[in-house]
């Protein structure tokens, strides 16, 4: 049986030896949701509400051992970790409070006297869950599905295994039956057999497209739903009308929240040519006052990457774009001594096919292009293989619908940062991914919505 050793970012220091299940313990973690996913489907909203109310109340007060647990395990900032643990608290109480409402059956006129829809459970659906957002990634997905009547079985990333055994924990305290989040501690290659397996109904996968595409090619082999919210290099558009101290205030805090590794963030800024030069300058300022160090510590605002091979990867991204004729106006050069940390940095004059322009940069780097007009800050910005998210900067409401209209992305968020929140739908389409989470569409994701019709 193989091991995983999960190891602080920030130090280097490994901190847990985690053993991956075997295919009995597999099997007996399959059986268990099964079996109370069974009993929990014929529960009421008011039961399955109780239970939301009760883990919303332990995550508000007492998650600050799982906010450190996140936070030595993949190094963001305290804040920014506690900051994740009340959403989660959030997210439980918005869908404890309106599931039953958004899954109420509808009345609809047809051929018979009556015709109604219900909503239905699907059953255990199994989530491949990431290491960016451990604790809210896995709440965002399991509050409307407990809600709805389903059980989880969950993978998480092996980097983040603590943080996973921690709010399996939480929830069981808090009274979440036994088997509603199984906590499978699986590695990639026993992915397959789990979602081939007849008592899983669909899959839920959050993190890069290539992992998307592996498990949507097998989920759709057995004929599972799923839904895939995937990688993101989200465009920020600085119109020449635009108020530029809030712009780059949020430019500086949407490129490094979570030390940069957000696939929601913005990636790639697109500044009309009258306001370039203003913007460029107080970004990079922005950019260097950040500070830099050990996560734990309050007053950091960027911590390092999750892992060593991510600041490699992220590294060379870099330093590729760096040859191909770019240029950093400040960072584009890691500290290699101690840590996974990469400096604050911002790239200009970046030329086609490289990798800033085409590819996810997972980190704090901002890649900025001047552009002489909105029409080509528009094309630039749809010239991408994803689409999560996009931000436009302009005082102009009208000249804000246009170009919204205009973006293709799942989601547009004028004088304001991309952003999640349990009232809103959240998905992308291309490369991120398809289906949505959160909202009223995100718990319809895993139901099955059921005609009934009498004569």
Same mark, same amino acid.
């Given at each position: ?102 899954l109420s059956p509808q009345t609809v006129e047809a051929a018979a006297p009556v ?67 199984? $906590? ?56 020449? $009308? ?77 330093? $590729? ?36 322009? $085409? ?92 005609t009934i019709s009498l004569r």
């Amino acid at each position: 049986m193989s091991s995983f050793t999960t190891i602080n970012p920030a130090t280097g220091t490994p901190l847990r030896s985690w053993q991956y299940w075997d295919e009995a313990q597999i099997e007996a973690g399959l059986a268990l949701a099964t079996t109370t996913q069974r009993r929990w489907r014929h529960t009421t909203f008011a039961k399955r509400s109780a239970v939301l109310h009760a883990i919303a109340k332990a995550l508000a007060e007492s998650g600050e051992a799982l906010a450190h647990t996140m936070t030595l395990e993949m190094g963001k900032p305290i804040g920014e970790a506690r900051r994740e643990v009340q959403k989660c608290a959030w997210v439980c109480r918005f869908y404890a409070d309106h599931a039953a409402e958004m899954l109420s059956p509808q009345t609809v006129e047809a051929a018979a006297p009556v015709n109604e829809v219900h909503f239905a459970p699907l059953g255990v659906v199994f989530s491949v869950m990431p290491w960016n957002f451990p604790a809210w990634q896995v709440f965002r997905f399991a509050a409307p599905a407990w809600m709805a009547g389903n059980a989880v079985v969950m993978k998480h990333a092996p980097n983040t295994f603590g943080t996973a055994a921690a709010l399996a924990s939480l929830c069981a305290g808090a009274g979440l039956p036994d088997g509603l989040l199984v $906590d499978a501690r699986v590695d990639l290659p026993q992915v397959p057999d789990i979602i081939a397996d007849r008592r899983i109904a669909a899959v839920t996968v959050t993190g890069s497209d290539r992992a998307g595409r592996a498990v949507a090619q097998t989920a759709g082999s057995h004929l599972k739903k799923c839904v895939l919210e995937l990688g993101g290099s989200d465009p920020f558009i600085v119109l020449d $009308d635009a108020d530029l101290d809030a712009a780059v205030e949020a430019a500086v805090a949407s490129r490094c929240l979570n030390n940069g590794q957000s696939c929601i963030a913005a990636k790639r800024f697109f500044v009309e040519s009258a306001v370039y030069e203003p913007f460029v300058s107080a970004l990079t300022n922005g950019m260097n006052a950040l500070k830099v160090g050990d996560p734990l510590q309050p007053q950091v605002q960027l911590g390092p990457l999750a892992r060593p091979d991510l600041c490699a990867l992220l590294t060379r991204q870099v330093r $590729d774009t760096l040859a191909a004729g770019a240029h950093a106006l400040c960072g584009g050069v890691p500290d290699l001594e101690g840590g996974a940390f990469y400096p604050p940095t911002v790239l200009v004059d970046i030329p086609p096919d490289t990798p800033a322009a $085409d590819e996810e940069l997972f980190g704090p780097v901002a890649s900025v292009w001047q552009v002489p007009h909105e029409q080509e800050a528009i094309a630039r910005a749809n010239a991408s293989r994803f689409g999560l998210s996009a931000s436009v900067w302009t005082r102009s409401p009208d000249r804000a619908r246009q170009l919204a209209a205009q973006l293709e992305s799942g989601g547009v968020f004028v004088n304001q940062s991309s952003y999640s929140d349990p009232r809103l739908p959240f998905g992308g389409i291309k490369d991120s991914g398809y289906g949505r989470e959160l909202g009223v569409f995100g718990i319809r994701e895993f139901v099955n919505v059921k005609t009934i019709s009498l004569r």
